[in-house]
């Protein structure tokens, strides 16, 4: 089983305790799909993400804080932003990194707000405030249960993927996609119009979701199916860099 992918997660971030951490469900839900997870270290420097991306097949960009607005060119709202300067920066360098190779990228919850935003688009600082609706993005309890559907739109990789009009997602956040970057194509819908599902068809796998596979996976067959299409993703990038 040595020709295994191997997938760099973006680390997490705990401010309080100053240290990094990573929720199992990321690692165990790669280990499904035949990948071998590694979590990488926090880092700007980008001599050092060129070098661990020499040893990687395959990045997820995890959830997190919140995306700066000013890399979206607007003025942060009074009280509703909790980012993360480190994250912005390295998953920045990161993704730009990562997209000269082709290699393959899966962004989740904050992921797909920073893949947005690197190709020019811009995001909704708080939907409660900017986006009222009757969607709940935002469960206040526990957040591997599905919390809304999304629609699955015609014609996408997505759709063929999952072979499915609606599906249930465990959604869990405030920000979300307001104007789509350049290049990237919508996916998936929530009720209330918030794009939750993006794809860029230049590349061979960019990918993100608004929602958690990487917690519903244990009981959702769609999200096994989309961490395992990125995992095979991800393989095949393996086996063309060793060509």
Known sequence: MNDRPIIGLVPLWDE???????????????????????????TG?????????????GIILTGGQDVAPELYHEEPMEGMIVGCAERDSMEWKLLEAALEKKMPVFGICRGIQVMNVFFGGTLYQDIPTQLPSAVVHRPSGEYGHPSHENE????????DLLNADRIPVNSHHHQGIKELGKGLTAMARSDDGLVE???????????????????????????????????????????????
């Open 152 to 159: 699955v739109l015609q014609g996408t990789p997505l759709r």
């Open 45 to 57: 420097d980008g001599d050092a993400i060129e070098q661990l991306l020499s040893g990687l097949d």
């Open 197 to 243: 599902a993006i794809v860029h068809t230049d590349y061979p796998f960019v990918w993100a979701v608004q929602w958690h596979p990487e917690l519903s996976y244990v009981s959702d067959e769609n999200s096994v199916k989309l961490i395992s299409a990125f995992v095979n993703a991800s393989s095949d990038y393996k086996r063309g860099k060793n060509w």
């Open 16 to 42: 309080e305790k100053e240290s990094y951490w990573m929720l199992p469900g990321y690692m165990k839900a790669v280990e499904l799909a035949c990948g071998i997870p590694l979590m990488l270290p926090l």
